[in-house]
């Protein structure tokens, strides 16, 4: 579907942003930053370091209009995704880039930014387990699986799941070769110690519990996408 | 093992550095930041920021001398760690925050540096791939595995196996309930898209290609790890 990435230098870019969950940005970069003949850039209003939701210090590399026509770009979640719904500077790079890229990766809930920019009316989508119940608001159709393809969108579920959609991802820009080949370098051969990864798989209390501590979250998302439905003209 | 550790406020510190592969970093970091009662530094000579080895930038919080003693030390790998090998404050700080801790982790790389400190003789440890041969020369029980635990030292393969190395950690330090709940909130529900994040099961060429790509790096740590046995008086 991407033939035409094939042969030339690959601009990838991600966004950042303040309380950005930062497994959803390095998971994905540990893969995209070692495709041959491609270069990463971290993209943000602001060059100043930018702590995630848990302290880490990411530092953009790049604002918004220094930002070279991407053909992949990144879209991380976390619980700084929310203040940038209704942003019209985001809101207005990430349509001015997905019209421009090759393929758009969505990981974790940096999807409903990608929903919020107005790009997801009949997409097939999926994202966190917590705000998958959202997609319909922005006119994604919701599709319980870890990644999904639908045509240049690639959404995944939450945070970890970033590492298997890039993998997709260099395999549509590339080739299968040199994914597999990132997969060893990274040693990618997960064996998770509990089966508790998804809510259809864990104990009943530990999904209540992250169910709870999740709550008040997903209770501010679920009002922005209402308001953004409207704006979008989207009835659920 | 470590009951001391259930009820009190854990201290984590990783070693930052020069060209270390960022994921050896931010993987664990996203399980242990998620520790309910507990502090991550990153911690390093200086406060100044650092490249990985592919240009994501870290700023480490907190220099050697200013940290606290640390409940868990997490030693990360990747290219920079071969220049640490023979730097006496690097290892100093090592040997000395290890002596307090209750737990070491290391993840891919990072158990070499574990071993030039001395750490490391007559523990069962395992390391990345393309490193797995140099462990004897630290006097360390080479296990293949992707998590090896012998008393508080954790090792783990490479880069994404710091991922189920952290969930462990998690158990020993907390419990069973609250691991469970944070792979739930990051869904490490993994589904790799090929066989081959090992070398016993990835095809062959893939296999070649990486070895052939690891080869410079590798014979650099072999005749490090030569000198390292001499200075600790290992026979290989």
């Given amino acids: 579907m991407m033939a035409d990435t094939q042969a030339r230098h690959l601009q990838i870019g991600a966004v950042v942003f303040p309380r950005i969950d930062q497994g959803d940005l390095t998971g994905p970069f540990e893969i995209l930053s070692r495709v041959p003949d491609s270069t990463f850039h971290l993209i943000w209003k602001e060059k100043t370091p930018i702590p995630d939701a848990r302290g880490l210090i990411l530092t953009p590399q ?3 209009p220094e930002a070279p026509q991407l053909d992949l770009l990144v879209l991380p979640g976390g619980p700084g995704q929310e203040a940038l719904m209704e942003d019209e ?8 880039q997905a ?7 969505s990981v974790c809930t940096g999807v ?16 966190h387990w917590s705000a998958h119940h959202l997609l319909p608001y922005f006119g994604a159709i919701p599709v319980n699986a870890r990644v999904v393809v639908d045509g240049k969108y ?3 579920a939450g945070v970890t799941a970033g590492l298997d959609g890039a993998l997709r991802v260099v395999v549509f820009l590339r080739n299968d070769l ?10 990618y051969a997960p064996e998770p110690p509990f089966a508790s990864g998804t809510p259809r798989t864990a104990p009943l209390d530990v999904v209540a519990a992250a169910r709870s501590a999740a709550r008040e979250i997903t209770d501010a998302r679920l009002a922005t996408a209402q308001r953004i439905a409207l704006r979008l003209g989207v009835q659920v």
């Fill in 112 to 127: 409903l930014l990608c929903g919020a920019a107005g790009l997801l009316k009949g997409v097939r989508a999926t994202t």
């Fill in 89 to 96: 500077v985001v809101l207005a790079f990430i349509q001015r």
């Fill in 178 to 187: 040199i994914a597999q080949q990132i997969q060893l370098a990274i040693e």
């Fill in 62 to 64: 790049m604002t918004f």
């Fill in 99 to 105: 019209r421009g890229a090759s393929c758009i990766l």
């Fill in 154 to 156: 690639i959404t995944t």
